[in-house]
Structures are given as C-alpha cells and as structure tokens.
C-alpha cells in the first residue's frame, strides 16, 4: 500500500499569500497519478489537480501542482477567501488507493 | 449536469445490514468506472471499493473485504454497495465517485451510516 504523508497538517495564512503544501509518498506513483482535491465542510472532495499537473476544468489557475515520482506540491497563489479549506493528495496509480491526511489551510 | 445523489444510509446495530445506492444523471454511468470513498466523522477520506464499466473488475479495501460488494446496474444508472456485517469503525459518510480514467471528477454529497447499539 503507498502511504500519502502530507505536510503541515495546518497552514495558517493570510488572504493574498501564497499556499505550498507538500505530499510525499511512501514509494513511487507510477505514471505520477496523483489528486489534489478541496474539501469545505459540508462539502464533498472537489477535483483540483489530477497527473499531478493537470488543472480540472474550472480551476483557478492560481492552483498549481508540480512533482513526480514520491514528491508532491500544491501551490495556491494569492490565496482568496474561499480557499481556506482541506487540501488532500490521493494517488490512484496502485490499488488499494489511498489518501493523504489532509492539510488544512486556515486564515491566520 | 453531471449529478451523483447517493441514498440508503441510516442507522443500524453492529452486525446488521445496509445497501446503499448511487443513482447517476447527466452522463452514461456505462461509461465510467466508479468508486466508493467514505469519511468517518471529522476524519480524512477512505477509498472503499472500485468497479470498472462492466463490472468484470472490482477491487476493495481489506478493511472491508468480504463484507462488502460493490455492484451496479448500467441500465438502471445506478451503483450499489451492499454492506454486511457491519462495525462500529463503518461509520462514515459514504460518497460514489465517477471515475474518467483513474480520477474520481464527481462526487455526489454523501450518505450517512452510523454503526451502533
């Protein structure tokens, strides 16, 4: 099973600065399949990033992702307010599929 | 539109019985692969269980192997998870998510099961 690590747990920022969150495998995603979804409460998970590069369709283009082979970036530029959220890395690459823990980006 | 609206949680007693259902619009559900993904209370997401378009491969997690099956009905638009024997750590929010290639892109809002006596 790859193990998801993602880090920090919380980010705690202010609107306007730029958001890097980190998502490392415990080995290699093959074919760098990897997710980034949002999740706000109430909500359910919302496609951010998938191929660890490609934006969904609808997606700011201030949301990034970058990495390959075990290590993994989402980047939000210029935060807005409502992208205070969980941010979550999942690779589908090797079944069982599995998620990171999630990282909370929190207004400071 | 793309719609996913799951249905069938509840609440029941350790060692009984659920089935939820997945009911599909907007979309071909015979053209999808799709998923089950759960999140217990204030906890992270869980992939559950996988089908591909005509059912010939599905895949679970061994938290629940051999005490779930998955299932769909293209005719019908409609995924299926049967759950038996059911634990108190099967409580969880349960979404269906459509899969285009590996990536799950929709996820209907969710369908709460709650375990307990």
């Known amino acids: 099973e790859i193990v998801l690590t993602q880090s920090p747990g919380t980010l705690s920022l202010s609107p306007g600065e730029t958001a890097t969150l980190s998502c490392r495998a415990s080995?290699?995603?093959?074919?760098?399949?990897l997710v980034w979804y949002q999740q706000k409460p109430g909500q359910a998970p919302r496609l951010l990033i998938d191929d660890a590069s490609r934006r969904a369709a609808g997606i700011p283009d201030r949301f990034s992702g970058s990495g390959s082979g075990t290590d993994f970036t989402l980047t939000i530029s210029r935060l807005e307010p409502e992208d205070f959220a969980v941010y979550y890395c999942h690779q589908c690459a090797h079944s069982p599929w599995t998620f990171g823990q999630g990282t909370r980006v929190e207004v400071k | 539109e793309v719609q996913l609206v799951e249905s069938g949680g509840g609440l029941v007693q350790p060692g009984g019985s659920l089935r939820l259902s997945c009911a599909a619009s907007g979309f071909a559900l015979s053209d999808h692969n799709m998923n089950w993904v759960r999140q217990a209370p204030g906890k992270g997401l869980e992939w559950v269980a996988y089908?591909?378009?005509?059912?010939?491969?599905?895949y679970y997690a061994d938290s629940v192997k051999g005490r779930f099956t998955i299932s769909r009905d293209n005719a019908k638009n409609s995924l299926y998870l049967q759950m038996n024997s059911l634990r108190d750590e099967d409580t969880a929010l349960y979404y269906c998510a459509r899969l285009t290639g590996w990536t799950g892109d929709y996820w209907g809002q969710g369908t709460l099961v709650a375990v307990s006596s």
């Open positions: 089908i591909s378009r005509t059912a010939t491969t599905i």
């Open positions: 080995q290699t995603v093959t074919n760098n399949y």
